[in-house]
């Protein structure tokens, strides 16, 4: 059974710093990974897919990365903003089976 | 079509009601999801579609659950004589049929079982 890791849990920064935001799995044979912000009871927005042939994908000041091997993934985020505070969650996917973290709760402060 | 729409946005209810949630999907996509989250966990999944087909259920899904999706549009899912265990986030979320392509999330319904 597929297991998810996101470690921090909770992380506080100085706004302007780069943090870097980990998720680990327990079964690397999946078809992708994908990165989701929460806002306080909203529901989730996709930021990055990254698919298991790819190491890496950017947006912006995000940069997710995939290490399949190894079962880890990070998500950097550059010159963090207070509008970056929300809980992100990874998730990994294997056929339709789709696996979430319990999520990095992230605040950013001015 | 702006994204996924669910209504309501909160449901109260007493325990041992029946109630009745909807999913309106991004327009184009074939595949609609239904997840629960509860306060500090990831969500988990509960059901698929494919179109109007339901392709697979979590042992999550108890009998007292059912969703249905007629006609490949909306879905509904529906949660008879609620328990408190069944208080938490109902997402739902939709999708192209590609395994690669995104996950659209909708707001979600916030269930309250007292």
């Known amino acids: 059974k597929q297991e998810v890791t996101q470690i921090p849990a909770a992380l506080s920064v100085p706004e302007g710093e780069n943090l870097v935001l980990n998720c680990s799995f327990t079964d690397s044979a999946i078809y992708n990974l994908q990165w989701f912000r929460q806002d306080p009871g909203k529901g989730l927005t996709s930021l990055l897919l990254i698919q298991s042939s790819q190491r890496e994908q950017t947006s912006g000041r995000l940069n997710a990365s995939l290490d399949k091997s190894s079962g880890r993934s990070t998500l950097y985020i550059a010159a963090s903003q207070p509008g970056d505070s929300a809980t992100y969650l990874c998730a990994v996917r294997k056929y339709n089976d789709m696996r979430f973290g319990a999520g990095t709760r992230l605040t950013v402060k001015p | 079509d702006t994204g996924v729409s669910q209504n309501p946005r909160h449901k109260i209810t007493k325990r041992g009601q029946n109630v009745t949630f909807r999913c309106d999907p991004i327009s184009e996509h074939n595949r609609l999801y239904w997840y629960r989250q509860t306060l500090g966990q990831g969500p988990e999944f509960l059901t698929y579609f494919q179109n109007e087909a339901q392709l697979e259920k979590s042992r999550l899904l108890s009998d007292r659950f059912s969703a249905e999706r007629p006609k490949g549009s909306f879905s509904t899912l529906e949660i008879q004589r609620t328990e408190q265990g069944d208080s938490a986030m109902y997402l739902c979320?939709?999708?192209?049929?590609?395994?690669?392509?995104?996950?659209?999330f909708g707001s979600g319904t916030q269930l309250s079982v007292l």
């Open positions: 979320a939709s999708s192209w049929a590609d395994l690669n392509e995104k996950l659209f």
